[in-house]
């Protein structure tokens, strides 16, 4: 137990994805895949909605803006774009914030 | 740069706060506080809406779900609850997710 971490981070997003009927699965495997090592990148966290079986909620925390921005230009990101897009049915929320307060325990 | 840790996890929430007009920064700084050390907590993250000027988004990852309900009962927890409340307009969001990838950066 504990908290190795408590930080200040000054970049974040916040969306609800709604994959195409069915798609769910396959859409998250593709951007969990894509995501892994992205410089810059603090928190990227992809849940399931319990209730609405075909979105998809992410959480991001960056460095900063520049590090967002710059990550949608890497090879492995791209690709996964390029694969996921088919399987996006829409963007329900998608939000810019500001991360003030982080607990992270790891392990 | 680098990413410690990356895991399956099993029980989340999504939500978005409106504070009282002006008093988001004070909540803010109130939820920090009192979530700090939560038994069974992997992440508690709290961010400002950068464009809703009274909106906070707070995303959790959980252990399992007994966890989350049992620190409802932590007296830093309740105490949180207590001294916030007065603060709290609202609660625009609030889902119950299952998160599927986590890629948490340390330090």
Redesign the interface.
């Known amino acids: 137990?504990?908290?190795?971490?408590?930080d200040q981070v000054p970049f974040?997003m916040?969306g609800k994805m709604k994959a195409q009927p069915g798609k769910r699965a396959e859409l998250?495997a593709i951007?969990?895949a894509g995501?892994?090592?992205?410089?810059?990148?603090?928190?990227?966290?992809?849940?399931?909605?319990?209730?609405?079986t075909d979105a998809i909620?992410i959480?991001e925390?960056w460095d900063d803006a520049a590090s967002h921005k710059a990550s949608l230009e890497l090879p492995t990101v791209r690709e996964a774009i390029a694969k996921g897009r088919p399987l996006i049915a829409g963007f329900e929320?998608s939000?810019?914030?500001?991360?003030?307060?982080?607990?992270?325990?790891?392990?």
């Open positions: 137990g504990g908290f190795a971490m408590e974040g916040i998250i951007l969990a995501t892994g090592t992205m410089p810059g990148c603090r928190v990227y966290l992809i849940a399931e909605d319990a209730k609405d909620w959480t925390v929320i939000v810019e914030t500001k991360p003030v307060s982080s607990h992270l325990r790891h392990g």
